[in-house]
C-alpha cells in the first residue's frame, strides 16, 4: 500500500491562528480524505480533496474554516483556520486507489492542541 | 440507528482469543473494514470484507459478517500484548464516494 506522510506530526497553537497541514503520497492516488478525531472519539470525515477543483464537504464543515488544496495526484493540504480550543483533535489524511474495491489507508495524523 | 456501534471496552488474556464486535447501520453497504489504532499512531487497516460474503480469514484474524442483523465481528486468535489498541470497525456507504462511516472504537486490553 501507498506511504503516507503528513506534516507537522504535532503542533500546539494559539487560538485565533491557521495552521496547515500536508500530507505526501508516494505514489498518485486517485482519492484524498481529510478525517478530524476529537480527543477520546472516533473519526468524522470533514472533506473529499478533489484533484484540480475544490473539495467537497460533509455537513457541519465549510471550506471558510476548513480550506483544502490538492493540486496534484500525490499531495494535499488542510488549513485548520481561525482556531479555538474546540478544534484539539487529531487530523489524519486517508488515500484510496481507483476501483470500488480499494480500501482506505490512513496517515499517522496530525496532533493538534490549541491553547 | 444511525451509528455504527461497538462496544468501548475488552480486556483478555494473553493467548486467549478476543472477539470485538460491531453493529453497522446500512444493509446496503458495500465493505466493511477493520482498523487498528495504537497510540500515536494513524490507523492501520488490520482486514476488509466485501458484503457478499460470510467470513473471512486472514492468519490470527477472523471476521464475520452476518449481513441480516448487520453484525460485523473481528476475532483475533492467540492474544498478544502487541495486539493491545484501539479497534475500529467502519461501514463504505453505496456509490462511488468511497465514504466510510466509523464505530467508536474498542479498546483492547491484553494482560498476563
New interface residues.
Given amino acids: 500500500?501507498a506511504v503516507?506522510s503528513?506534516k507537522p506530526s504535532r503542533d500546539i497553537c494559539q487560538r485565533g491562528t491557521s495552521l496547515t497541514i500536508q500530507c505526501q503520497v508516494d505514489s498518485q492516488v486517485t482519492?484524498m480524505?481529510w478525517y478530524r478525531q476529537q480527543p477520546g472519539?472516533?473519526?468524522?470525515?470533514i472533506a473529499?480533496a478533489n484533484q484540480g477543483s475544490e473539495a467537497t464537504y460533509e455537513s457541519g464543515f465549510v471550506i471558510d474554516k476548513f480550506p483544502i488544496s490538492r493540486p496534484n495526484l500525490t499531495f494535499s493540504t488542510l488549513t485548520v483556520s481561525n482556531m479555538s480550543p474546540e478544534d484539539s483533535s487529531i487530523y489524519?489524511c486517508?488515500v484510496?486507489g481507483t476501483g470500488?474495491?480499494?480500501?482506505?489507508?490512513?496517515?499517522?495524523?496530525t496532533?493538534l492542541s490549541i491553547l | 440507528g444511525e451509528d455504527v456501534e461497538q462496544s468501548l471496552f475488552l480486556s483478555v488474556r494473553e493467548g486467549d482469543s478476543s472477539v470485538i464486535n460491531c453493529t453497522y447501520t446500512d444493509s446496503s453497504s458495500t465493505y466493511l473494514y477493520w482498523y487498528k489504532q495504537e497510540p500515536g499512531a494513524g490507523l492501520q487497516l488490520l482486514t476488509y470484507i466485501f458484503s457478499n460474503m460470510d467470513m473471512k480469514q486472514d492468519q490470527r484474524l477472523t471476521v464475520l459478517l452476518n449481513k441480516k442483523d448487520k453484525h460485523l465481528s473481528l476475532r483475533i486468535a492467540d492474544t498478544q500484548t502487541g495486539d493491545s489498541a484501539i479497534y475500529f470497525c467502519a461501514e463504505r456507504k453505496p456509490g462511488g464516494y468511497n465514504k466510510l462511516i466509523f464505530g467508536a472504537g474498542t479498546r483492547l486490553a491484553v494482560h498476563p
Fill in positions: 500500500s503516507i503528513q482519492m480524505f472519539q472516533s473519526l468524522t470525515l473529499t489524519l486517508s484510496a470500488s474495491d480499494q480500501p482506505q489507508h490512513f496517515g499517522d495524523g496532533r
